[in-house]
């Protein structure tokens, strides 16, 4: 199976701040990753998909990056709305499996 | 719009069955792989099941194989999760997801305990 090493599994910081999530892959997955937000009580959200490609109506202060076995997830300028738990997903193998999550709380 | 809407979520004692059910629409069902991903309550995602459009090729992950079966009706646009023999570490909650997991159900959960 494909272990993908989330980290940090947590953060503080503030409104404005630039934020970064990486995602290691124990293996070589191409681009096939994608970057989710949750939210306490809801489902997941997909927020970048194929390891850049910005989701439909997804705000563009979201970006990702990396391909084979390294991946970023970067908010540019920290929202009051993004204060949540962010997860990575490879797709390239099964089983799939996800990063342990990232939470992003205030600072 | 695309819709996905679990059911049949609820407690369930240690070596019982259940079958959730996931209803979709606004999209071509038939040309989407359906998955299931669980959640433990306060914990990370897990992927547990797929199925391909035709409903052929069912994949598990270790930990539900020979327990969990999915299957769907093209003809309702449902996929189903059967689970047998549910163990006190199945407790989760259940969401439908599809194609390369895009679209989320709200999810449902299952409690087993006795």
């Known amino acids: 199976d494909i272990q993908m090493t989330q980290s940090p599994s947590s953060l503080s910081a503030s409104v404005g701040d630039r934020v970064t999530i990486t995602c290691r892959a124990s293996?070589?997955?191409?681009?096939?990753l994608g970057w989710y937000q949750q939210k306490p009580g809801k489902a997941p959200k997909r927020l970048i998909y194929?390891?850049?490609s910005l989701q439909s109506g997804v705000p563009s202060r979201f970006s990702g990056s990396g391909s084979g076995t390294e991946f970023t997830l970067t908010i540019s300028s920290l929202q009051p709305e993004d204060f949540a738990t962010y997860y990575c997903?490879?797709?390239?193998?099964?089983?799939?499996?996800f990063g342990g999550g990232t939470k992003v709380e205030i600072k | 719009e695309v819709q996905l809407v679990e059911s049949g979520g609820g407690v369930v004692q240690p070596g019982g069955s259940l079958r959730l059910s996931c209803a979709a629409s606004?999209?071509?069902?038939?040309?989407?792989?359906m998955h299931w991903v669980r959640q433990v309550p306060g914990e990370g995602l897990v992927w547990v099941a797929r199925?391909?459009?035709?409903?052929?090729?069912?994949r598990y992950a270790d930990s539900v194989k020979g327990r969990f079966t999915i299957s769907r009706d093209n003809a309702k646009n449902t996929v189903y999760l059967q689970m047998s023999n549910l163990r006190a570490e199945d407790t989760a909650v259940y969401y439908c997801?599809?194609?390369?997991?895009?679209?989320w159900g709200q999810g449902t959960l299952v409690t087993v305990s006795s």
């Open positions: 997801t599809r194609g390369y997991v895009d679209f």
């Open positions: 606004g999209f071509t069902f038939t040309s989407y792989w």
């Open positions: 199925i391909i459009g035709d409903g052929s090729g069912p």
């Open positions: 293996q070589g997955i191409r681009n096939d």
């Open positions: 194929a390891a850049s």
């Open positions: 997903l490879q797709h390239n193998s099964y089983p799939f499996t």
